[in-house]
């Protein structure tokens, strides 16, 4: 067995705990099924006392900790366990769960439950802005506008309808920052007129100004992406490729580069930063940085290949 893999250390009579967020997009479906499987018993935890309740369950002693929701309640049971040896298993309850295709586990709730019960699991990645962690990706600009004007929408409309609508709205008025990168001497320092910035856990495909999904060969690390200022057309093809796509979506002409630190600096002390869906506001500068093997998932396998101790730039 591969080093640093593990399989599921329970007693013959140790049932997983599952949390489930009961506000997901398929909660009940996935509480149904989880219930009906005696290797689980299922925990209703609202996402405001998530943490408290991993912390609980890590002082109980479990080996392995199962959570259904979307990316925000995932990211937030693993921002607990970091640098912890308990085990995350996911089973997908979110709408779009970009997490969990990221890294080949199953979004069907009855194949993703039996992966979480007999799978192994590997150490993963992660993230942190300013501390926060954050296991896919992250962002400043244009994504992180059109984000909260589809949330405010939904109150009101449908999950798509307001996707659609935020983005018309996006395209009326497109924001435009200014933002220096420093890579702490992985990569010149760079200074641009921007509209986006991403920032991915792992190397992202890169192929004909398509920025894709992470594979095994991909290197470990920060991937910066910044998008300097785009015309309406460009924009859409950028917003449309992050929202329904997981950020498989038509870039063009970017600066991209991956690191294992930066530093965002950005004209206002103070600004939205986008996470793993979600939203908060943060101090600037905006400090990222890799931190290394910091999750153990229960995955099909492995993503992310060797680390690089050096900016690649493209």
Known sequence: MPRGVTTPARGPSRRIPVLVNPRGGSAEKVIDILRADARFVVHETDPRVLTDRVRALIADGEPRIAVSGGDGTVTAAAATLCGSPVELAVIPGGTLNHLARDNGIPVEPEQAAELAATGAAYPIDAGRVNEHVFLNTSSVGAYVTFVRTRERLERWLPYWPASV?????????????????????????????????????????????????????????????????????????????????????????????????????????????????????????????????????????????????HAAAR
Not at 165 to 183: K, N, T, Y
Not at 224 to 230: D, H, K, L, Y
Not at 260 to 275: A, K, L, Q, T, Y
Not at 289 to 299: M, S
Request: proline fraction near 6%; aromatic fraction near 6%.
């Open 165 to 309: 609508l935020s983005g018309l709205r996006l395209l009326a008025r497109m924001p435009r920052f200014d933002v220096h990168i420093d890579a702490r001497g992985e990569a010149p320092s760079r200074s641009y007129r921007a509209c986006l910035v991403f920032v991915s856990v792992g190397e992202r495909d890169f192929d004909k100004g398509t920025f894709g999904a992470r594979t095994t060969e991909s290197r470990r690390g920060l991937h910066v992406i910044v998008v300097p200022n785009a015309g309406r057309r460009r924009l859409a093809r950028i917003i449309t490729g992050a929202v329904f796509g997981g950020m498989r979506g038509e870039l063009g002409e970017v600066d991209s580069f991956v690191v294992d630190h930066c530093r965002i600096e950005m004209r206002r002390r103070r600004g939205n930063v986008s996470f793993d869906g979600e939203i908060r506001p943060f101090d600037a500068p905006l400090h990222y940085r890799i931190e290394p093997d910091a999750v153990r998932l229960v995955a099909p396998e492995p993503i992310g290949g060797k680390r690089t101790g």
